[in-house]
């Protein structure tokens, strides 16, 4: 960067210290010296010893030597850092303690790197490009999935040759087991972007097809996780979306004046339960008398659209498995199904951006805390010595901590500094928890009086500076990456979101050696013929393969017309 001419720093300088409210005490205001409860056992002395341990703990940490034979791959949809942040002071505090010193379960894995989650054509990006970039390793268009930036959005025949294989297509063609969980609809964006290719990531059910689209043979998602091509097609699909599976003709069977969506008259679900070993649930007691054993292909649908908050979850009609739940069935179904090989599972919490994008906070964290107990299961089914275990989020929200409140202040409260309750300078208090955007907005005719008003009531929507109505917004900052296991160390530093399909790739045994055939460049005895045509195993098939060059830079730009 070019300094900065003498004159204007100085001129910068004076017009900061003349600004008034800019002085440091001002900033930062004074404290009076009240006295604040802290835990019991928190001495000097012990912040200095687990500090000290902390830092010992680190330096001893080694990679793991072996490549991996599971991957997991965990995503909070839109839990941006202070997501997270909140979430672990919010599940402290629902444990009874003041909660800032407590941590989720996955604060807990030892690599952690950030990830800048902006899309080819987005500053701040949606689900679609960005969970493209995790599973298939590039970067692409807003509102497309597992296609590559030279495809155009909603532009079925553009799409055309732009495919670009997923991590869990790539382990299903070597004959590893798969498997997806999201308590959204199992064909939104995210878990999508894990089997689907499509120009359009609203192209859900056939009802949502474009003429161009069904002209051009586009096939909407939940007819691409039905009709999977690779390997014997995934073993475990569980979350919500049912009704982009039924016909319309078929009533719902949790809300009978409910209907599927579907107009080309398919049961998918039905398709799917047809095949030997199959299963079809959409309740609790189904899903729970599933035995992981007999089963070797389980697709459980909990609601028509998104399966319910955690916070609503036991007001639901037919009842719901917890995100913890359908991650432990999924491991012990994918166990059970791996044979010598591993397994691919990715696990989404879906609804955590769905909250925020209501501006309530409340139902955010309480999902956020839903995904960290279903970390928590995984590790406990799991070994560190042969699982790659990566917990990430595709974006951010606009989401804030602000004010000064005081430590173990209710995290869902109003900001309290010393005892007292804080004032903005409308005299009115003001919530920890906000959003720079959003439904939350409560002008123009100045904001409410919040002194008498629960603000850590679960509906409470969190107050926005910026009216937009329809839906709070997501935000372009970077989001963490946390990780255990065999390659778990590649994540260092700052990395483009696409690096995690391609630290989850070369960290998993089998997917490395076939990369490594296929592309070469990973030091073992030359695979290639003098005319450079590779002499291989046919690992997967050839369309993949096309894929998989497309996704490395191989493909061609469309011709513009
Ligand atoms: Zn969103």
């Known amino acids: 960067m070019r300094p900065l001419p003498t004159f204007l720093c100085t001129a910068i300088a ?6 008034p409210g800019l002085a440091a005490d001002e900033m930062h205001p004074a404290r009076k010296g009240a006295k604040v409860a ?36 965990f995503v909070g949809d839109g839990m941006g850092i202070s997501t997270v942040a909140a979430a672990r002071i919010f599940e402290g505090q629902l444990n009874g303690a003041s909660g800032e010193e407590n941590r989720l379960s996955f604060e807990r894995l030892p690599y952690v790197s950030l990830s800048k989650t902006y899309s080819v054509d987005g500053q701040t990006p949606d689900s679609a490009p960005t969970m493209t970039a995790m599973v298939s390793g590039i970067k692409t268009n807003q509102g497309v999935i597992g296609v590559t930036q030279y495809a ?64 051009n043979g586009c096939k909407d998602i939940a007819r691409q996780l039905v009709e999977f091509p690779y390997g014997d097609g995934l073993e475990v699909a569980l979350g919500g979306g049912r009704s982009y ?21 398919r049961n998918l679900a ?33 609601e028509g659209s998104h399966m319910e908050y955690e916070y609503d979850r036991p007001t639901d009609a037919g009842k719901e498995p917890s995100l913890a739940a359908m991650t432990r ?48 299961a995984a590790r406990s089914l799991t070994s560190e010595d042969d699982t790659l275990i990566v917990v990430t989020a595709d974006h951010s929200h606009v989401f804030t901590i602000a004010g000064y409140p005081d430590r173990g202040n209710d995290i869902l409260g109003k900001v309290v500094t010393e005892g007292q309750l804080a004032l903005a300078d409308d005299g009115k ?20 009086d919040l002194t008498l008003v629960d603000t850590a009531h679960p509906d409470f929507l969190q107050e926005a500076a910026i009216p937009i109505a329809a839906s709070e917004t997501h935000a372009a900052e970077d989001v963490g990456i946390y990780a255990s296991g065999p390659g778990a160390h590649a994540f260092q530093g700052v990395v483009e979101q696409n690096v995690i399909f391609h630290v989850m790739s070369q960290s998993q045994k089998d997917i490395n050696a076939f990369l490594c055939l296929l592309f070469g460049g990973c030091g073992t005895p030359t695979n290639t013929t003098p005319a450079g045509k590779l002499t291989r195993p046919p690992l997967a098939p050839p369309l993949m393969e096309a894929d998989l060059r497309a996704g490395l830079g191989g493909g061609k730009p469309p011709v513009r017309k």
């Open 245 to 265: 599976f039924l016909p319309n003709t078929v009533a719902d069977p949790e809300d009978a004046s409910a209907f599927g969506r579907r107009r080309d008259g």
């Open 14 to 19: 004076v017009a900061l210290l003349s600004l």
């Open 270 to 302: 039905q398709e799917w339960a047809s095949r030997p070993g199959a299963a079809y649930v959409w309740n609790q007691a189904q899903f729970d008398a599933i035995d992981p054993r007999s089963t070797h292909k389980l697709l459980g649908l909990f």
């Open 38 to 73: 802290t835990p019991d056992n928190e001495t000097p002395q012990r912040w200095y010893e687990q500090g000290a341990q902390a830092a010992r703990a680190g330096a001893a940490q080694s990679p793991k030597p072996n490549k991996a034979r599971n991957v997991i791959l």
């Open 152 to 215: 155009r959005y909603n532009d079925c025949a553009s799409a055309n040759g732009q495919s670009v294989a997923s991590i869990l297509e790539i382990a299903e063609a070597l004959g590893l087991a798969t498997g997806i969980v999201s308590t959204a609809r199992i064909t939104h964006a995210t878990p999508a972007a894990t089997y689907a290719h499509t120009p359009n990531r609203d192209w859900e059910s056939d009802a949502e097809l474009s003429a161009e689209a069904k002209a």
């Open 429 to 448: 208090p003001y919530t920890t928890l906000g959003y720079a955007n959003g439904p939350g907005y409560r002008g123009p005719g100045g904001r409410p």
């Open 329 to 376: 069935k999924s491991i012990e179904i994918l166990q059970a199904n791996a044979g010598d090989k591993g397994y691919f599972l990715m696990v989404e919490g879906g609804r955590v951006d769905h909250a925020h994008h209501a501006g309530n906070a409340s139902r955010a964290l309480s999902d956020t805390v839903a995904l960290s107990d279903a970390v928590r």
